[in-house]
């Protein structure tokens, strides 16, 4: 089993920055394409941005294209989401996830493993 541990939020400004990191560890880290998702209050969970495998691709919502980017140190077992240019809309609980599949998938359900979240607040 693969176990991930979120780190990194906090209280921001809009306009500020956040780096969120997501350590692996119980199985071999680059079997997995990662993934981050967001939950904010009365929210359902939804996909914010996706990396494969080696991270040689990536994929991202909408609403955070341009402002967050997802990266991966297979060496270090970690998946990290930059957060750029943040706004209060982007306030939410942050997981990653992983899952097993060689594509990135956008779907909650279709990931094997989540960290226990870690909250970002954005205040304006």
């Known amino acids: 089993q693969l176990q991930l541990v979120e780190s990194g939020g906090g209280l921001v400004q809009a306009g500020g920055s956040l780096r969120l990191s997501c350590a692996a560890s119980?199985?071999?880290?680059?079997?997995?394409?990662m993934g981050w998702f967001r939950q904010a209050p009365g929210q359902e969970r939804v996909f914010v941005a996706g990396?494969?495998?080696?991270?040689?691709?990536?994929s991202y919502a909408d609403s955070v294209k341009g402002r967050f980017t997802i990266s991966r140190d297979n060496a270090k077992n970690t998946v990290y989401l930059q957060m750029n240019s943040l706004k209060p809309e982007d306030t939410a609980v942050y997981y990653c996830?992983?899952?097993?599949?060689?594509?990135?998938?956008?779907?909650?359900?279709?990931?094997?493993?989540w960290g226990q979240g870690t909250q970002v607040t954005v205040s304006s």
């Open positions: 990396i494969s495998r080696i991270g040689g691709m990536t």
């Open positions: 119980g199985s071999t880290f680059s079997n997995y394409a």
């Open positions: 996830a992983a899952d097993r599949s060689l594509r990135i998938r956008i779907g909650e359900y279709e990931y094997d493993y």
